[in-house]
């Protein structure tokens, strides 16, 4: 991983360097040695400040209906495992994935019984048998508490994700 990041790192740095020589060029061709300098000053001081924002690194959170999927900056769909180790020197982020993993869990072992209660009244009541009250509504409190931990994994997500990019673009400054 970080030979490939600096690669990446270099390529990016080789992009710059060609661009920077380029505009130099023209201005020198256009303007006199005083302007030169200034205006080479000026595009030194923007390629920093679009290095600093343009971060590969970064997490982004996309909802579809009641679906929350985390993409990088690329577009690849990153799990929150994926995240924790991307997140790995980063304390705060760190806790926030692992919270928002620990919820997701949580979500899920209260949904699986409760949907099984909730769908095997149902079937057999499509079957001609008799609904046992007992199963149906437990099921509907069970899937009651997953919606809860779901919430929570949602804020968690959010906000692993918010620290995480905040640090990343203060470290880079």
């Known amino acids: ?100 993993q620990m919820n997701q869990l949580f979500s899920l072992l209260f949904s699986l019984p409760g949907g099984f209660l909730i769908g095997y009244n149902i079937g057999t009541a499509a079957g001609g048998g008799k609904i046992n009250p007992a199963y149906f509504f437990t099921g509907f409190g069970l899937l009651g508490f997953s919606v809860h931990f779901e919430l929570a994994k949602v804020k968690n997500l959010k906000k692993a994700v918010q620290v995480y990019n905040d640090s990343l673009t203060t470290d880079k400054r």
């Not at 130099?24 to 040695?33: D, E």
């Not at 985390?70 to 799990?79: E, F, I, L, N, P």
């Open 1 to 100: 991983m970080e030979k490939h990041l600096s690669s990446n790192l270099r390529r990016k740095f080789y992009f710059w360097q060609n661009i920077i020589l380029q505009v130099k060029g023209l201005i020198k061709a256009q303007f006199s040695k005083s302007g030169y300098t200034f205006f080479s000053i000026v595009l030194l001081c923007i390629s920093f400040n679009l290095k600093a924002q343009s971060n590969k690194d970064t997490l982004v959170i996309k909802t579809k209906f009641s679906n929350i999927n985390m993409y990088d900056t690329k577009g690849t769909q990153v799990s929150i495992s994926d995240a924790k180790k991307r997140a790995s020197n980063n304390r705060t982020a760190l806790h926030y994935f692992e919270a928002a």
